[in-house]
């Protein structure tokens, strides 16, 4: 610490002599802005060069005194800040490196100092230049600094587990270093954050309250960064379960085929799924069948439970899921049948008529039946049956004569023998 302090007090010495004279100001530097980067003192970076006053800026440092001050632009993207865009706290760095390849970007490689606030622009063209004054940190002892310190250190640590943008170096960097400044810097320059908090740590003189800034910093990138470790660890999870049951079941089957069995119940399982895919079922029935052939796929041939899903599946593919009659609603017509199926019964067949007329004029009517009552043999089936051939639809006749067990319309239950 104490020899950088030495260099740059020689350096500054040699650049101007009178900076005593003006009350701590020094003579100007080129100024190089960054739009997405913040110099921390101690930190050794190379600088894109993107536009044309930055470019400017680092040959006359380069070619120079080897000096110049970093201060990042408020606004990202800015390819040609002002001095409106910049920040007024800034990092003197020394120029380490300038390389100028024909194939890509120019770049100057720097190693902050110290910080800097810009006192007045003293040019614009070809490039930035300023006067600035150095920013004396309040140095910071103590218990309180010493705890500070370590419970930074332990955050960065379990952040540097967690993320992959903190190098090992790093780690050990902030591991021994004993400056808490020095600290608070190097775990800010690291930290995944925005420009703005970044530029927060570096105007903050007061090593004390930079390092509580850092600490609570720390403390939200971690919440982040553990939620973001689970959701990778499911996610991980997830995959390598779905990949590990895939191995299992091709193991399982080159092992039957090995043994020649379950042939039959996998060409069994491939024409069911052909048949529930043709049977044109709605989305929840045909997860519940697929389901349920995963099942007989999975299922010893010799578990009496195959018989029972079979029948299940048999069942739900006979069902017409798609299959409709379109009504014939003719009310002349269905009078002519009526009339031609029935003698007398004049009130039945104006009820009758009725009905149909009404499901002529309302399109998808739903709930109101016929229900006809009476002694047998007056004709109740009978003109149910005219019903069905005026509208063109096939008569079924369901007779619950002598049904006492609701099941019996129900259904039993799959496991019922029999059902």
Partial sequence: MSDTTDLLSMLLSQLEPAAEATGGIAAELPVIPTTDLV????????????????LAAAREAWTGPRLAVVVAARQRGA???????????????RCVQFVEPSDSEPRLVVEGMSRVRLVEFTATQPCLKATFETLAS???????????????????????????????????????????GSLADLVAAYLNISLEEKQRTLEAADVMERLKT??????????????????????RAGIEDAQREYYLREQMRAIQAELGEREGIYSEVREYRARIE?????????????????????????SPEV?????????????????????????????????????????????VLEFLAVRKLVDQAKGPILCFIGPPGVGKTSIGRSIARA?????????LGGVHDEAEIRGHRRTYVGA
């Fill in 391 to 399: 509208m063109g639809r096939k008569f079924i006749r369901v007779s």
């Fill in 214 to 235: 850092v600490e609570a910093i720390l403390e939200r990138e971690l919440q982040v960064l553990r939620i973001e470790h689970e959701i990778h660890q499911r996610v």
């Fill in 278 to 302: 043709a049977a044109g079922m709605s989305a929840e029935a045909a997860e519940k069948a697929f389901h349920e052939l995963d099942r007989l796929e999975r299922m010893p041939a010799v």
């Fill in 39 to 54: 110099l921390f003192p101690h930190m050794v970076v190379p600088l894109p060069l993107g536009g044309f006053g930055a």
């Fill in 79 to 93: 390819i040609e800040p002002r001095p409106d865009d910049l920040y007024r706290v800034g990092t003197l760095a």
């Fill in 307 to 351: 018989s029972v899903i079979r029948t299940y599946l048999d069942w739900l593919i006979s069902l017409p899921w798609r299959q409709a009659t379109e009504d014939k609603l003719d009310i002349a017509e269905a009078q002519r049948i009526l009339d031609e199926d029935h003698y007398g019964l004049r009130k039945v067949k104006d009820r």
């Fill in 138 to 180: 309040q140095a910071a002892e103590g218990p309180e600094a010493e705890a500070l310190m370590r419970a930074v250190r332990e955050l960065f640590q379990e952040a540097a587990s967690l993320s992959h943008n903190v190098p090992p170096d790093a780690m050990m960097a902030a591991v021994n270093l004993g400056e808490p």
